[in-house]
């Protein structure tokens, strides 16, 4: 597989593929002003408060029951239960402090339960309390810290199941000791939004630090062991170096990258490889596509088809490169 890093040109979206972009829902747009031109704080501002009145993030919030729940459970097989709807909105940028999320997700504080979603111990837990899979745990702590909710015990919870090699696995309570990426990537993104929203702690930043090692010791995608591609995730039969949106519980590349750009890791020749296939992939418009589509109801159909370009994918790879082209010297 290619290792040469892009040339500096390729890390740079042309204006169209800007125009392309702002064409699109405001949740898009609002992103897109923010991490790709530049646009005042202001305009952001302005362009973010629709997520919560227009396009996919009203329709979301509108399928919301008068007992907090989306789909009808705190968490299903499918992709509209409330667990996942939340993880989108908090992808979509519904503004926290707007009063539609203070609503719905009062509602979800309130009333909602894990009463037969989850094991029958965590039948009573309030919603954000969690139930006992860190990979589900690790979602509903992301949405939770990202939305002004208390989820420290959960969060103390993910912590004490961090294993020896840094990362986590969704059979913690089996005993498991050797990590899964997926497990591992949901668990990250939580620990640091918990760190956004409360100023952190110490042992919490520990043990993302920690965490993003195991990604960057593999390379984002490889094994420590031997070295070669992980071809396939065992679990799923996903393919790591496809990339999809929404990916749910599911690890990939590119949700590597954009997580490591997140937190600030200053990216070094661990990432290029990575960056590397991230470029190939891109088409001769600046675009690129929505590899895969993980089966499951979706709440509100959001992107084109599989095999089409992206604007999810191509706004997230855009910014992953304009990441690695800040630090890179000139």
């Given amino acids: ?104 997700v009062g509602l979800v504080r309130d009333h909602v339960t894990w009463q037969g979603c989850g094991p029958p111990e965590a039948d009573d837990n309030p919603f954000f309390a969690g139930e006992t899979e860190p990979c589900i745990n690790g979602q509903v702590a992301m949405a939770g810290a990202y939305f002004g909710q208390d989820v420290g015990s959960l969060v103390n919870r993910l912590l004490g199941e961090q294993l020896a090699d840094g990362g986590w696995n969704c059979e913690a309570p ?50 420590r062991s031997t070295g070669e591609v992980i071809a396939r995730d065992r679990k799923s039969g996903t393919d790591w170096t496809r990339f999809a949106f929404p990916t749910w519980w ?40 929505l590899d895969t589509v993980y089966p499951g109801l979706m709440p509100v159909e959001m992107e084109e088809t599989e095999g089409r370009p992206s604007r999810w994918n191509t706004l997230r790879a855009w910014r992953v490169l304009e990441w690695y082209a800040g630090y890179r010297p000139a």
């Fill in 1 to 104: 597989m290619e290792t040469n890093p892009p040339d500096r040109q390729d890390l740079k979206p042309a204006n169209a593929t800007i125009d392309w972009l702002l064409d699109s829902d405001p949740a898009i747009r609002w992103q897109v002003l923010r991490d790709l031109t530049g646009a005042p704080p202001e305009e952001v501002a302005a362009e973010r408060a629709k997520v919560a009145t227009e396009g996919w993030g009203a329709r979301l919030l509108a399928l919301q029951g008068a007992d907090g729940l989306w789909g009808g459970a705190a968490w299903n097989h499918g992709w509209n239960s409330t667990m996942h709807v939340l993880w989108l909105l908090r992808h979509l940028g519904l503004d926290p402090a707007g009063a539609e999320a203070r609503h719905a």
């Fill in 174 to 223: 089996q005993r498991s000791t050797r990590s899964s990426f997926n497990t591992t990537i949901c668990v990250l993104e939580a620990l640091f939004e918990y760190e956004r929203a409360t100023g952190g702690r110490p042992e919490v930043t520990g043990a993302r630090l920690r965490g993003q090692e195991y990604l960057l010791e593999r390379h984002l995608f490889r094994r």
């Fill in 250 to 289: 599911h690890y990939d590349v590119l949700r590597g990258l954009e997580h490591l750009r997140r937190s600030g890791v200053k990216p070094d020749d661990r990432v290029e490889e990575a960056i590397a296939l991230v470029v190939s992939k891109r088409d001769r418009t600046g675009r690129w596509p």
